[in-house]
């Protein structure tokens, strides 16, 4: 589709081609030069490749409708991929929302962005804008979990602010851990008692049982790693009382098909401890280039005194050290159980927004003042005013 028939504006300088994607059959044949992209874009992640996104398309977007928009420059070579999905929100005040967000927005994707060619993020921006501007298939756009160095997001907000659109920008927390360069480096980073301490349960647990660490590195063993993954994630957490992210099928089958791609590029790290021949934790983690992403971990509830986790994951990561990985990333969120490996805490960007007098102004404009009443009361009101506030957030929110 040619942007000029939405009367977009070209760049005199490098007018860009567009695009639309609709079904990913017809996307996966861009696979090659999506995968170049990458390799010339800033900061890429694990989830932002066609193996990742691939995966998560089949398991969660059967309710949703692809709009995936691909930028070309003048010699036909990629410069932008804005992988979108859309998906309608049934709102009590607004009806029906047709909501525009990246695809693999939501569990467990983080670090999602518009994968933009080094240097031409502000073309890629306004090319994407002006597509914007002219479709109407859209209400709100929510793009989330955006690495808060992203280049694009300036040249996006620049974008949307020249064309008086509504917009929020919001914070969410994440962490990270920069691996020095040996493990006795490392070990002065962390805090003095649990450095202290994962040494002293790697002796505990060596004295006491016949420790072996494996890492999965052919297909044939996936299928029963992954299953004793699910089993000890789920009993772990509904011992606690909780469901744990593996007790509907979705994700099980997610999981299996986004193994097999990694484990075949050899970006799975995926690692089992056994204790006197049983597996008592596994630590499931991607790498992309010297980044590791940690995913999931499972636990024997039976062995949580002996720190089997804990002996896990020093393990691993004395390994991703040895290996010259630099950083280790936890993703969403910043536990202090996080901070005591050491990692260092960050934010996510998430920047939604809408044209103005459209319903989805009204839906981002309500949503926003109601969170921020929510708020307010939480710390402030008592109980029975915060809860009537609560119940219209959700309304406002229903899907």
């Known amino acids: 589709m040619n942007m000029g028939a939405c009367g977009v504006q070209w760049n005199a300088k490098e007018p860009l081609q567009l695009e639309v994607y609709t079904s990913w059959d017809a996307l996966v044949d861009l696979c090659t030069a999506w995968e170049q992209l990458l390799l010339n874009s800033y900061g890429p992640t694990i989830f932002s490749t066609p193996e990742w996104l691939g995966a998560w398309w089949k398991t969660y977007g059967k309710d949703k409708r692809l709009l995936t928009v691909a930028l070309s ?202 204790l006197n021949g049983a597996v008592a934790a596994a630590q499931f983690a991607l790498r992309y280039g010297d980044t590791v992403y940690q995913l999931q971990e499972g636990l024997d509830p039976e062995h949580y005194s002996d720190r089997a986790g804990h002996v896990l994951r020093a393990h691993v990561i004395e390994q991703l050290i040895a290996e010259g990985v630099h950083r280790y990333d936890y993703l969403g969120g910043s536990e202090p159980h996080k901070q005591n490996w050491g990692a260092q805490s960050g934010t996510y960007t998430d920047i939604h927004f809408a044209k103005p007098y459209t319903r989805g102004n009204l839906y981002l404009h309500t949503r926003d003042c109601t969170e921020a009443a929510r708020l307010w009361l939480h710390a402030n009101a008592p109980r029975a005013a915060y809860s009537i506030l609560r119940d219209i957030y959700h309304a406002v929110h229903r899907r």
């Open 73 to 274: 420059n003048s010699q036909g070579e990629l410069v932008g991929l804005a992988p979108f999905s859309l998906e309608e929100l049934d709102t009590q005040l607004h009806g029906r929302i047709r909501r525009l967000r990246l695809v693999g927005d939501g569990d467990p994707s983080d670090n999602l962005d518009l994968i933009f060619r080094s240097g031409q993020e502000e073309a890629c921006s306004n090319a994407l804008l002006s597509w914007l501007a002219c479709n109407p298939v859209w209400d709100i756009c929510e793009l989330n979990t955006l690495p808060s160095d992203s280049p694009s997001i300036y040249p996006l907000l620049g974008g949307i602010k020249k064309r008086r659109w509504v917009y929020g920008s919001y914070g969410r927390p994440n962490s990270a851990i920069v691996l020095p360069g040996s493990w006795e480096l490392y070990l002065k980073q962390l805090p003095k008692e649990h450095a202290r301490g994962v040494e002293r349960y790697t002796r505990r647990l060596y004295r006491h049982y016949a420790v072996r660490t494996v890492k999965c590195t052919n297909e044939g063993e996936l299928p029963n790693y992954l299953e004793v993954l699910f089993d000890l994630h789920q009993r772990r957490w509904n011992s606690q009382g909780e469901p744990g992210s593996f007790a509907s099928p979705e994700p099980r089958q997610f999981y299996f098909d986004m193994s097999w791609a990694f484990l075949r590029r050899g970006w799975l790290e995926f690692w089992l401890l056994e």
